[in-house]
Protein backbone atom coordinates (compact mmCIF):
# COMPACT_ATOMS: atom_id res chain seq x y z
CA UNK A 1 0.00 0.00 0.00
CA UNK A 2 2.38 2.71 0.54
CA UNK A 3 4.44 2.08 -2.84
CA UNK A 4 1.17 1.86 -4.37
CA UNK A 5 0.09 5.51 -3.39
CA UNK A 6 3.31 7.16 -3.30
CA UNK A 7 3.91 5.66 -7.27
CA UNK A 8 0.20 7.51 -7.26
CA UNK A 9 1.90 10.68 -6.35
CA UNK A 10 5.57 10.43 -7.83
CA UNK A 11 5.86 8.63 -10.61
CA UNK A 12 6.11 10.72 -13.67
CA UNK A 13 5.08 7.90 -15.80
CA UNK A 14 1.94 6.16 -13.50
CA UNK A 15 -0.41 4.40 -15.73
CA UNK A 16 -2.56 1.98 -13.17
CA UNK A 17 -5.04 4.67 -13.14
CA UNK A 18 -5.99 8.04 -14.79
CA UNK A 19 -4.08 10.50 -12.94
CA UNK A 20 -6.04 13.42 -14.35
CA UNK A 21 -3.14 16.28 -12.81
CA UNK A 22 -0.03 15.40 -11.12
CA UNK A 23 -0.03 16.85 -7.28
CA UNK A 24 2.14 19.47 -6.86
CA UNK A 25 3.60 18.86 -3.25
CA UNK A 26 6.92 17.72 -2.16
CA UNK A 27 5.93 13.87 -1.10
CA UNK A 28 8.72 12.48 1.24
CA UNK A 29 8.59 8.62 2.31
CA UNK A 30 9.25 8.16 5.90
CA UNK A 31 11.50 5.15 4.98
CA UNK A 32 12.30 3.41 1.62
CA UNK A 33 9.15 1.50 0.17
CA UNK A 34 10.76 0.74 -3.07
CA UNK A 35 14.58 1.25 -4.12
CA UNK A 36 13.20 2.65 -7.57
CA UNK A 37 10.59 4.81 -6.29
CA UNK A 38 11.75 8.55 -6.98
CA UNK A 39 11.10 10.47 -3.92
CA UNK A 40 13.47 11.53 -0.87
CA UNK A 41 13.34 9.29 2.55
CA UNK A 42 13.25 10.89 5.47
CA UNK A 43 14.34 8.04 7.46
CA UNK A 44 16.59 5.37 5.36
CA UNK A 45 17.23 2.32 6.32
CA UNK A 46 19.70 0.62 8.54
CA UNK A 47 22.38 -1.55 7.63
CA UNK A 48 21.02 -4.90 6.35
CA UNK A 49 21.49 -7.34 9.70
CA UNK A 50 23.51 -10.22 8.89
CA UNK A 51 22.73 -14.28 9.76
CA UNK A 52 19.14 -13.44 10.32
CA UNK A 53 16.34 -16.48 11.57
CA UNK A 54 16.15 -17.00 7.50
CA UNK A 55 19.53 -17.04 6.48
CA UNK A 56 20.45 -18.80 9.24
CA UNK A 57 18.36 -21.89 8.33
CA UNK A 58 19.44 -21.48 4.98
CA UNK A 59 22.89 -22.00 5.72
CA UNK A 60 22.12 -24.84 7.97
CA UNK A 61 20.39 -26.64 5.19
CA UNK A 62 16.90 -26.03 7.04
CA UNK A 63 14.24 -26.70 4.46
CA UNK A 64 11.58 -23.77 5.55
CA UNK A 65 8.03 -23.00 4.22
CA UNK A 66 6.31 -19.30 4.80
CA UNK A 67 3.02 -18.76 4.32
CA UNK A 68 0.20 -16.17 4.92
CA UNK A 69 -2.65 -14.56 2.80
CA UNK A 70 -2.41 -11.22 0.66
CA UNK A 71 -3.13 -8.81 3.94
CA UNK A 72 -0.31 -10.42 5.71
CA UNK A 73 2.25 -12.03 3.26
CA UNK A 74 4.85 -9.57 3.13
CA UNK A 75 5.21 -9.91 6.99
CA UNK A 76 6.18 -13.74 6.30
CA UNK A 77 8.52 -13.19 3.81
CA UNK A 78 9.81 -9.33 3.18
CA UNK A 79 9.84 -8.14 6.20
CA UNK A 80 10.60 -10.93 8.16
CA UNK A 81 13.14 -11.36 5.61
CA UNK A 82 14.81 -8.05 6.73
CA UNK A 83 13.63 -5.64 3.63
CA UNK A 84 14.94 -8.74 1.05
CA UNK A 85 12.66 -9.33 -1.60
CA UNK A 86 14.06 -12.56 -2.87
CA UNK A 87 13.50 -15.92 -0.91
CA UNK A 88 16.64 -16.98 0.47
CA UNK A 89 18.32 -20.26 0.06
CA UNK A 90 15.55 -23.38 1.56
CA UNK A 91 12.74 -21.10 1.56
CA UNK A 92 9.27 -22.09 -0.32
CA UNK A 93 6.58 -19.16 -0.24
CA UNK A 94 2.88 -19.66 -0.83
CA UNK A 95 0.48 -16.56 -0.89
CA UNK A 96 -3.54 -17.27 -0.20
CA UNK A 97 -5.44 -14.73 -1.84
CA UNK A 98 -7.05 -12.55 0.76
CA UNK A 99 -11.21 -12.17 0.01
CA UNK A 100 -12.52 -9.25 -1.94
CA UNK A 101 -14.52 -7.17 0.40
CA UNK A 102 -14.89 -3.84 1.30
CA UNK A 103 -14.58 -4.23 5.31
CA UNK A 104 -13.16 -7.80 7.09
CA UNK A 105 -16.16 -7.60 8.98
CA UNK A 106 -18.01 -8.79 6.07
CA UNK A 107 -16.38 -12.11 6.05
CA UNK A 108 -14.13 -12.33 9.37
CA UNK A 109 -13.20 -15.67 8.63
CA UNK A 110 -10.87 -14.02 5.71
CA UNK A 111 -8.79 -16.61 4.13
CA UNK A 112 -7.72 -18.79 7.51
CA UNK A 113 -9.29 -22.12 6.52
CA UNK A 114 -7.25 -21.94 3.00
CA UNK A 115 -4.21 -20.80 5.05
CA UNK A 116 -4.54 -23.81 7.48
CA UNK A 117 -4.86 -26.25 4.78
CA UNK A 118 -2.33 -25.36 2.78
CA UNK A 119 -0.03 -25.53 6.39
CA UNK A 120 -1.34 -28.92 6.57
CA UNK A 121 -0.46 -30.05 3.36
CA UNK A 122 2.79 -28.73 3.54
CA UNK A 123 3.46 -30.66 6.80
CA UNK A 124 2.08 -33.94 5.22
CA UNK A 125 4.82 -33.77 2.47
CA UNK A 126 7.07 -33.64 5.28
CA UNK A 127 9.68 -31.82 3.42
CA UNK A 128 10.38 -28.94 5.78
CA UNK A 129 12.09 -28.54 9.10
CA UNK A 130 10.27 -25.25 9.49
CA UNK A 131 7.20 -22.36 8.85
CA UNK A 132 6.23 -19.26 9.54
CA UNK A 133 2.80 -18.60 9.38
CA UNK A 134 0.37 -16.02 9.67
CA UNK A 135 -2.95 -15.54 10.94
CA UNK A 136 -4.24 -11.99 9.43
CA UNK A 137 -7.87 -12.39 11.21
CA UNK A 138 -6.60 -10.89 14.78
CA UNK A 139 -5.41 -7.47 13.57
CA UNK A 140 -7.57 -6.69 10.11
CA UNK A 141 -10.43 -7.41 11.72
CA UNK A 142 -9.93 -6.02 14.91
CA UNK A 143 -9.52 -2.37 12.68
CA UNK A 144 -13.09 -2.96 11.56
CA UNK A 145 -14.19 -2.42 15.28
CA UNK A 146 -17.06 -4.83 14.74
CA UNK A 147 -16.98 -6.75 17.97
CA UNK A 148 -18.82 -9.70 16.82
CA UNK A 149 -16.94 -9.94 13.81
CA UNK A 150 -13.64 -10.20 15.94
CA UNK A 151 -15.18 -12.60 18.12
CA UNK A 152 -15.71 -14.71 14.76
CA UNK A 153 -12.36 -14.17 13.79
CA UNK A 154 -10.90 -14.94 17.04
CA UNK A 155 -13.15 -18.31 17.24
CA UNK A 156 -12.03 -18.85 13.55
CA UNK A 157 -7.79 -18.59 14.11
CA UNK A 158 -8.50 -20.61 17.09
CA UNK A 159 -10.06 -23.33 15.29
CA UNK A 160 -7.14 -23.28 12.77
CA UNK A 161 -4.12 -22.94 14.73
CA UNK A 162 -5.71 -25.81 17.23
CA UNK A 163 -5.59 -28.17 14.08
CA UNK A 164 -1.92 -27.21 13.27
CA UNK A 165 -0.63 -27.77 16.65
CA UNK A 166 -2.47 -31.02 16.41
CA UNK A 167 -0.79 -32.23 13.83
CA UNK A 168 2.66 -30.83 14.82
CA UNK A 169 1.94 -32.40 17.83
CA UNK A 170 1.43 -35.86 15.93
CA UNK A 171 4.62 -35.52 13.78
CA UNK A 172 6.88 -34.67 17.30
CA UNK A 173 7.21 -31.57 16.12
CA UNK A 174 6.95 -28.12 18.04
CA UNK A 175 5.94 -24.48 17.90
CA UNK A 176 5.99 -20.81 19.34
CA UNK A 177 2.86 -19.05 19.02
CA UNK A 178 2.97 -15.28 19.81
CA UNK A 179 2.61 -11.76 17.64
CA UNK A 180 4.41 -8.23 17.20
CA UNK A 181 1.12 -6.09 18.54
CA UNK A 182 -1.88 -6.68 20.25
CA UNK A 183 -5.10 -5.27 17.95
CA UNK A 184 -8.50 -7.34 18.65
CA UNK A 185 -8.63 -8.35 22.30
CA UNK A 186 -9.57 -4.29 22.99
CA UNK A 187 -12.56 -3.58 21.14
CA UNK A 188 -14.34 -0.81 23.26
CA UNK A 189 -12.71 2.30 23.55
CA UNK A 190 -14.34 3.32 27.11
CA UNK A 191 -17.83 2.74 26.05
CA UNK A 192 -19.58 0.83 23.68
CA UNK A 193 -20.86 3.53 21.58
CA UNK A 194 -16.85 4.02 20.75
CA UNK A 195 -15.49 0.99 18.81
CA UNK A 196 -11.57 0.60 19.63
CA UNK A 197 -10.00 0.41 15.76
CA UNK A 198 -6.30 0.90 16.34
CA UNK A 199 -3.15 -1.64 17.55
CA UNK A 200 -2.78 -1.82 21.38
CA UNK A 201 0.30 -0.86 23.34
CA UNK A 202 0.71 -4.05 25.63
CA UNK A 203 2.72 -7.16 25.72
CA UNK A 204 1.99 -9.73 23.53
CA UNK A 205 1.58 -13.51 24.69
CA UNK A 206 4.35 -16.23 23.83
CA UNK A 207 2.92 -19.93 23.87
CA UNK A 208 5.37 -22.95 23.27
CA UNK A 209 3.57 -25.65 22.56
CA UNK A 210 6.33 -27.98 23.28
CA UNK A 211 5.58 -30.82 25.73
CA UNK A 212 9.21 -30.81 27.00
CA UNK A 213 8.97 -26.96 28.35
CA UNK A 214 5.86 -28.10 30.07
CA UNK A 215 4.85 -25.98 33.35
CA UNK A 216 8.43 -24.09 32.56
CA UNK A 217 8.45 -20.80 33.52
CA UNK A 218 10.04 -18.51 30.84
CA UNK A 219 12.35 -15.25 31.41
CA UNK A 220 10.31 -12.36 32.14
CA UNK A 221 11.43 -9.03 30.26
CA UNK A 222 11.23 -10.93 26.98
CA UNK A 223 11.17 -8.68 23.07
CA UNK A 224 10.76 -9.57 20.21
CA UNK A 225 14.57 -9.95 19.35
CA UNK A 226 14.29 -12.75 21.57
CA UNK A 227 11.99 -14.96 19.66
CA UNK A 228 14.58 -16.40 17.14
CA UNK A 229 16.90 -17.20 20.04
CA UNK A 230 14.10 -19.20 21.98
CA UNK A 231 13.04 -20.82 18.66
CA UNK A 232 16.60 -22.05 17.87
CA UNK A 233 17.41 -23.39 21.13
CA UNK A 234 14.03 -25.20 21.08
CA UNK A 235 15.29 -27.03 17.46
CA UNK A 236 18.48 -27.68 19.38
CA UNK A 237 20.48 -25.44 17.46
CA UNK A 238 23.50 -22.63 18.24
CA UNK A 239 22.67 -19.23 18.53
CA UNK A 240 24.74 -17.38 15.82
CA UNK A 241 26.74 -14.19 17.25
CA UNK A 242 25.01 -11.66 15.32
CA UNK A 243 21.79 -12.42 17.25
CA UNK A 244 21.37 -10.17 20.29
CA UNK A 245 18.28 -11.45 21.85
CA UNK A 246 18.48 -14.33 24.76
CA UNK A 247 16.24 -17.28 24.72
CA UNK A 248 13.43 -16.84 26.90
CA UNK A 249 14.11 -20.76 27.56
CA UNK A 250 16.14 -21.46 30.83
CA UNK A 251 19.70 -23.21 30.18
Known amino acids: RPREITRAFVDPDFKEFARTTRADVYFVCMTEYDATIPAPVAFPKPTKMKNILGVYWGALGIKQFRCAETEKYAHVTFFFNDYTEKPFKGEDRQIVPSPRVRTYDLKPEMSAYEVAS ?15 VNFANPDMVGHTGDLSAAIKAAETVDQCVGKILDKVKSMGGAAIVTADHGNFEK ?24 DRYKGMKLRDGG ?29
Do not use: C
Not at 118 to 129: A, H, I, P, T
Open 223 to 251: TLADIAPTLLQMMGLRQPPEMTGRSLLPG
Open 118 to 132: VVLDRLDSDKYDAMV
Open 187 to 210: MIDGSPENPHTAHTVGDVPLVIFD
